[in-house]
């Protein structure tokens, strides 16, 4: 990205068959949560996008004053029916345009996602059959060393990224499908602790991603335990975590601000667990929008 001024470096990285820095990591808009998380930084449609939208999230950035070409659309979603929702330390200017304005104190994004994380699965608003196909929380994990468990675990030529899941129809670990998401006849458990024989004999117990996560939310992300940390009251906490379950599409619209902080992976992460946890991307107005960008039109061959 850079628009012309990277043209010429481009064409000469390509002719010269070298590999050239990514800009993002010297000027810290590399998202590194989302690509840690999702394995790249941009993966949302256009940002007409939310008109599909019924709940907008303007978190991690102030696109009315930052981003002002893209704007409008958050404007007219919510002509369209949308709620607009700001999280934001300031009472700036896209949270005067907002239906609501959560004032969390600055670094702090991480501590009230989480707790929002712990109000969906208390409260059993998360869509499990999405976390059961769409991510990695019902994967087994070894209580003795906190590893997947995986295949080379349990036979002598196995292999490292074949993972397993219990499931609940045959009441056995079963093995992931390393082509497709696709469960076909799993249902992988979310929670409950098995016990497993391994290649050498020995036995250990495994238990599910999601009962590791549910148990670490329990002991220390409570609305009440990081009201003081975030400055956002409790109820205000649970209020926003409600919504975001029971939107049709929740969208969030962030920039590069979190990629600014020392701990701002896990701000991302978090982020992307709670929409996770509701079942909030991959369906039309949903998941993450930001780090607008052009491309050079054509392939690099015809770049002068």
């Not at 590194?32 to 256009?46: E, N």
């Not at 029916?81 to 600055?106: E, Q, R």
């Not at 929670?191 to 024989?197: P, S």
């Not at 209020?239 to 962030?254: F, G, P, Q």
Request: aromatic residues 6%.
């Amino acid at each position: 990205t850079g628009g012309g001024a990277s043209t010429a470096p481009f064409r000469a990285s390509h002719l010269l068959d070298t590999p050239m820095l990514d800009v993002n990591a010297e000027v810290g808009d590399h998202h590194p949560g989302a690509q840690t998380t999702l394995g790249k930084i941009t993966f949302s449609g256009s940002m007409d996008d939310m008109f599909h939208s019924d709940l907008v999230l303007i978190w991690g950035g102030n696109p009315v004053y930052t981003q002002i070409p893209n704007a409008h659309f958050i404007n007219e979603a919510r002509y369209n029916g949308a709620k607009i929702v700001t999280i934001a330390p300031d009472y700036n200017a896209s949270a005067i345009h907002a239906d609501l304005w959560i004032g969390v104190n600055s670094g702090s994004d991480a501590a009230l996602a989480l707790s929002m994380a712990q109000t969906i699965i208390t409260e059993k608003l998360a869509r499990i059959d999405f976390i059961r196909e769409q991510t990695d929380l019902p994967l087994l994990v070894r209580t003795d060393n906190q590893r997947y468990l995986r295949q080379s675990d349990l036979e002598p030529d196995g292999r490292d990224d074949v993972f397993h899941v219990w499931d609940e129809a045959t009441r056995s670990i079963r093995p992931v499908s390393t082509k497709s998401l696709a469960l076909e006849n799993l249902v992988p458990a979310l929670e409950g602790r098995y016990r497993v024989r391994l290649r050498g004999g020995e036995q250990v117990i495994v238990t599910p991603v999601f009962a590791l996560l549910r148990k670490d939310l329990d002991g220390r992300w409570r609305p009440e335990q990081t009201a003081a940390i975030t400055g956002v009251a409790p109820q205000t906490v649970r209020r926003l975590a409600r919504m975001i379950a029971a939107a049709r599409a929740a969208l969030c619209v962030t920039q590069s601000t979190f990629s600014k902080y020392y701990h701002g992976m896990e701000m991302e992460r978090c982020q992307i667990l709670v929409l996770t946890l509701c079942g909030q991307i991959g369906r039309k107005g949903s998941g993450i929008t930001g780090f607008p960008a052009l491309a050079i039109d054509g392939p690099p061959s015809t770049i002068v």
